[in-house]
């Protein structure tokens, strides 16, 4: 079942048990979908495209969940950590740093980057590779520790 019927169906069995927390982080999600699929006119989207949108929104949470908490709204961090755990369900896990560290390291030697000024060609190589895998912000981090940046 593609990611974007798993919602669906997800989003009945919320309805069903009354779960309204859960139904709404659900209909965000599926509203997202359905936005992405009136761009180009299509009836489904590929699960790659799915976990691009879905990666989206679980940034955009953890973005709202900093605010809110620097901003002393607790009730609205919970929140939006509920509906991040929702997201997160249909989120394949990303590698750990050991496995991140091995890959930006591959990343380096396949583009020769020697120097800080050089951190882009690494990203580049290293998103080619494993895009929906790696956390783009731990990989940056320890690219730059590796370049002496």
């Known amino acids: 079942m593609s990611i974007h019927d798993e919602i669906s ?3 009945k069995a919320a309805m069903k048990a009354k779960d309204s927390a859960r139904l709404s982080a659900l209909r965000e999600i599926r509203a997202v979908f359905l936005n992405e ?3 180009d006119n299509s009836d489904s989207l590929s699960d790659e495209v799915c976990l691009t949108l879905l990666r989206r929104l679980e940034k955009q949470r953890k973005e709202s969940i900093e ?5 002393g709204r607790r009730e609205q961090a919970d929140a939006e950590r ?3 755990a929702v997201i997160g369900e249909f989120l394949p896990s990303l590698a750990d740093e050991a496995t991140t560290r091995t890959w930006v390291q591959a990343a380096i030697a396949a583009s020769g980057a020697a120097a800080p000024g ?5 990203m580049g190589a290293l998103m080619k590779e494993h895009k929906g895998d790696v956390d783009g912000t731990l990989a940056r ?3 730059a520790e590796l370049l002496g940046g």
């Open 118 to 122: 050089d951190l882009g060609k690494v």
């Open 9 to 11: 169906a997800q989003m």
């Open 141 to 143: 981090t320890i690219a």
């Open 82 to 84: 509920a509906e991040m």
């Open 37 to 39: 699929m009136k761009k």
């Open 67 to 71: 605010a809110f908490e620097q901003g």
